[in-house]
């Protein structure tokens, strides 16, 4: 296994290894399965468990991921559970560099963590959902506006539509009607210019030379994230199960 593997390509590179070594039997969620067409039932072990009777589902932590303490901080997510983090690092450097308040660092910091930790698909609603106990209303909807704003073009900051989407998406894509109903609320808001502020500092600043150490953001962090002293996960929020999942991924039940 390699440094740049992603979360996914390690947990399978291991699994093989694992199941062969342990007696323990891995049913990927409903999520993992559709992303992978395959609309079986994810939930029939009973073929696994005639090959193997002493084997058992995950219930537990995941050997194939690093451990987690007991009581995860934010950082611990970064090192342990995200997935390559050098984008949000850099947004997070590049707002500094732009003078924005120390939140809007914060804020760009982990515009993007719902994609690197668990999910793509309106990366921006699930990623502001995950950290709202903990961060100033400002800083949540700014991330969750930054879903959006993307897609259009401001001028008064000099920003475009991006040509990476052209080229993921093609010329010709059309954003969701939601999106545009979005867009409609956001423009007008008191906050529209800090959720702008996230996309002007996102699109530019990927530099695949710049290394960027998350230490350099701890004390923002420490400043601005309020970090529950039962571990995220574990403080009975509304999003603790979402952390949760994120500890133990592929837990059964
Ligand atoms: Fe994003
Ligand atoms: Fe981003």
Known sequence: MTDTMTLSQRADALEE???RD???????SRLHSW????MSSP???????????????????????PAMPEKPTLIDFFKYRFGPSAHLLQSARHAVKNG????????????????VGFIRGDHGYWGAQLVEPY???????AIRAHQVLRFYADESVGYEYPEAYVTLFGADYETDPYIDEDYKRMKNHKWYMSGRMITVNDIYSFDPNVHVELEEFTDIIGRNFRQPSQGLGFDNSPVAHMWRAIIRPAKYL
Do not use: F
């Open 17 to 19: 290894k694992m199941a």
């Open 22 to 28: 342990l007696d323990y039997i891995v049913v990927k």
């Open 35 to 38: 992303a992978e067409g395959d």
């Open 43 to 65: 939930g029939s072990v009973v073929p696994q468990l005639k090959a193997n009777p002493n084997a058992r589902v995950l219930m537990g932590d995941d050997p194939r991921l």
């Open 100 to 115: 924005l308040p120390e939140k809007m660092v914060l804020a760009c910091l982990l515009h993007d963590i719902a994609g």
């Open 135 to 141: 961060v100033d209303a400002e800083v949540t909807w």
